[in-house]
């Protein structure tokens, strides 16, 4: 079934040949598709060389593949949600030439390989520009497609150490004196933060791109280099090594100069709360709160460079008083006092809490019965359209929904041809080879640290869909 119809939405005439795989251009065509584009993805019937969101990364319902394991998994329905799909082999000159005549008939085009891939297959920038002169592409690599490492392989998690950030982050460890100082060891900043950063680049460069072609009628080619977007986040470390010459610690959840500033525990399991005193205004404001107005004359906590000194023993004070209290308790006492605070939100909390329900940030999704997916809150986008409409249009599309759509009704293939395509698996509906992959139980991912844990009855206290 097709994605529903949004005739208010901002690109309702824009169609987009998504080619890519896994995050960063997937995450990006799928809200091209919440912002009315129609997304044709391009899958693949052997399994080898299937989307890995679709065949191995999950979460699986109930941790558990089912019968159709590859429409299953939560991953790639997230990333491909309000989408269509189309199975081709690439490898195959006959699906080359498909993609190149589809292309006529597209605004956008999206792909991740590295640069050897596209141009081997005959489907880089100058050769599809070449069948529709106002093509607008994007070709997300991890270093770009210039400059020495050009052609080197990347993922997120392997480009954070040259984009900088890692050299950034890290916990602090206990020193000499008995004392936490720098931490030595550099730290991920967490899970694909480099596919994200490149999400929102391509989206603005596509954006601008689509406002050009309507003012010029000139298509554009935009290069993005994954490693570069990640870069522009250590904007104030650069400087300061300009300038300065001086190395950013690596002092994780505290402030160089403000103080104090950290995350402390709350009452319950794995409960916190994040907090930030800016100013001596703030200072005040936390000692009132904290029912210790007599700490604000104490000499230790007299001024931000006293108080960061000693934030160890502050720490203690205030990890005390939290302790108390629940993470919403003391974000509600400390926003009161107007000092910055924010609770930590678990995955599970993020899904009931009342200001995410409140917006509809999370929107209801509904799959085909078929598919056996139980109706679920799909993250959204963090802004809201006032005057015409962006939301969730379907779920992920089933493995080859749109064969006959696009290549009979949009190209005009004969009956012939596409009886040929399905008998050499190059389109279908279900995976050739392969199978559905093995799932580890959660107890025993618990144990290997995998997961910290997991809750049986979650269902129950989700909000209704």
Same mark, same amino acid.
């Given at each position: 079934?097709?994605?529903?119809?949004?005739?208010?939405?901002?690109?309702?005439?824009?169609?987009?040949?998504?080619?890519?795989?896994?995050?960063?251009?997937?995450?990006?065509?799928?809200?091209?598709?919440?912002?009315?584009?129609?997304?044709?993805?391009?899958?693949?019937?052997?399994?080898?060389?299937?989307?890995?969101?679709?065949?191995?990364?999950?979460?699986?319902?109930?941790?558990?593949?089912?019968?159709?394991?590859?429409?299953?998994?939560?991953?790639?329905?997230?990333?491909?949600?309000?989408?269509?799909?189309?199975?081709?082999?690439?490898?195959?000159?006959?699906?080359?030439?498909?993609?190149?005549?589809?292309?006529?008939?597209?605004?956008?085009?999206?792909?991740?390989?590295?640069?050897?891939?596209?141009?081997?297959?005959?489907?880089?920038?100058?050769?599809?520009?070449?069948?529709?002169?106002?093509?607008?592409?994007?070709?997300?690599?991890?270093?770009?497609?210039?400059?020495?490492?050009?052609?080197?392989?990347?993922?997120?998690?392997?480009?954070?150490?040259?984009?900088?950030?890692?050299?950034?982050?890290?916990?602090?460890?206990?020193?000499?004196?008995?004392?936490?100082?720098?931490?030595?060891?550099?730290?991920?900043?967490?899970?694909?933060?480099? !596919?994200? /950063? #490149?999400?929102?680049? %391509? @989206? $603005?460069?596509?954006?601008? *791109?689509?406002?050009? +072609?309507?003012?010029?009628?000139?298509?554009?080619?935009?290069?993005?280099?994954?490693?570069?977007?990640?870069?522009?986040?250590?904007?104030?470390?650069?400087?300061?090594?300009?300038?300065?010459?001086?190395?950013?610690?690596?002092?994780?959840?505290?402030?160089?100069?403000?103080?104090?500033?950290?995350?402390?525990?709350?009452?319950?399991?794995?409960?916190?709360?994040?907090?930030?005193?800016?100013?001596?205004? !703030?200072? /005040? #404001?936390?000692?009132? %709160? @904290? $029912?210790?107005?007599?700490? *604000?004359?104490?000499? +230790?906590?007299?001024?931000?460079?006293?108080?960061?000194?000693?934030?160890?023993?502050?720490?203690?004070?205030?990890?005390?008083?939290?302790?108390?209290?629940?993470?919403?308790?003391?974000?509600?006492?400390?926003?009161?006092?107007?000092?910055?605070?924010?609770?930590?939100?678990?995955?599970?909390?993020?899904?009931?809490?009342?200001?995410?329900?409140?917006?509809?940030?999370?929107?209801?999704?509904?799959?085909?019965?078929?598919?056996?997916?139980?109706?679920?809150?799909?993250?959204?986008?963090?802004?809201?359209?006032?005057?015409?409409?962006?939301?969730?249009?379907?779920?992920?599309?089933?493995?080859?929904?749109?064969?006959?759509?696009?290549?009979?009704?949009?190209?005009?293939?004969?009956?012939?041809?596409?009886?040929?395509?399905?008998?050499?698996?190059?389109?279908?509906?279900?995976?050739?080879?392969?199978?559905?992959?093995?799932?580890?139980?959660?107890?025993?991912?618990?144990?290997?640290?995998?997961?910290?844990?997991?809750?049986?009855?979650?269902?129950?206290?989700?909000?209704?869909?």
């Amino acid at each position: 079934m097709p994605p529903a119809p949004m005739p208010q939405a901002p690109l309702r005439n824009i169609r987009v040949l998504d080619l890519s795989r896994v995050f960063a251009m997937p995450f990006a065509g799928a809200n091209l598709a919440d912002l009315g584009a129609e997304v044709i993805k391009i899958d693949t019937c052997q399994a080898q060389f299937m989307d890995t969101t679709r065949t191995i990364t999950g979460p699986f319902p109930d941790n558990q593949p089912g019968e159709l394991w590859w429409e299953q998994g939560g991953t790639f329905q997230i990333l491909n949600r309000g989408k269509r799909s189309l199975t081709l082999d690439l490898r195959s000159v006959e699906s080359q030439a498909v993609i190149k005549d589809l292309v006529q008939v597209c605004d956008v085009v999206l792909e991740n390989f590295t640069p050897r891939v596209m141009a081997r297959f005959g489907l880089d920038y100058e050769s599809l520009r070449a069948k529709k002169p106002d093509l607008i592409m994007v070709s997300n690599t991890g270093y770009g497609h210039s400059g020495p490492w050009s052609s080197f392989g990347a993922m997120a998690s392997a480009l954070e150490p040259t984009h900088g950030t890692g050299a950034f982050m890290g916990y602090m460890e206990e020193g000499p004196d008995g004392r936490l100082a720098e931490g030595q060891v550099p730290n991920k900043m967490g899970n694909s933060y480099s !596919d994200f /950063l #490149a999400t929102w680049t %391509a @989206l $603005g460069a596509l954006m601008a *791109a689509l406002l050009r +072609r309507a003012r010029t009628g000139a298509g554009q080619w935009i290069d993005l280099a994954m490693y570069q977007t990640g870069t522009t986040v250590i904007g104030a470390g650069l400087l300061d090594f300009a300038f300065n010459g001086r190395r950013t610690q690596r002092i994780g959840n505290r402030h160089p100069v403000w103080s104090p500033h950290g995350v402390y525990p709350c009452q319950g399991h794995d409960q916190w709360v994040a907090l930030a005193v800016r100013c001596q205004a !703030d200072w /005040l #404001a936390l000692c009132r %709160a @904290l $029912g210790r107005p007599e700490l *604000a004359s104490d000499p +230790r906590f007299a001024d931000p460079i006293d108080r960061r000194r000693h934030q160890e023993e502050l720490d203690e004070i205030i990890a005390s008083w939290t302790s108390a209290h629940t993470s919403y308790q003391v974000t509600d006492t400390l926003q009161g006092a107007g000092v910055p605070a924010g609770a930590v939100l678990t995955a599970k909390q993020a899904l009931t809490d009342p200001q995410y329900l409140a917006r509809g940030f999370f929107e209801t999704v509904h799959n085909p019965p078929e598919v056996d997916l139980r109706p679920k809150g799909y993250v959204g986008r963090g802004w809201k359209f006032s005057m015409c409409e962006a939301e969730i249009r379907g779920p992920a599309p089933r493995l080859g929904e749109a064969n006959d759509y696009v290549l009979r009704e949009l190209l005009g293939i004969d009956s012939a041809r596409l009886k040929a395509f399905a008998e050499d698996w190059t389109i279908g509906n279900e995976p050739e080879g392969g199978g559905a992959p093995g799932v580890v139980p959660l107890d025993e991912q618990v144990e290997l640290g995998w997961i910290a844990e997991y809750d049986d009855d979650y269902l129950e206290r989700l909000p209704p869909v």
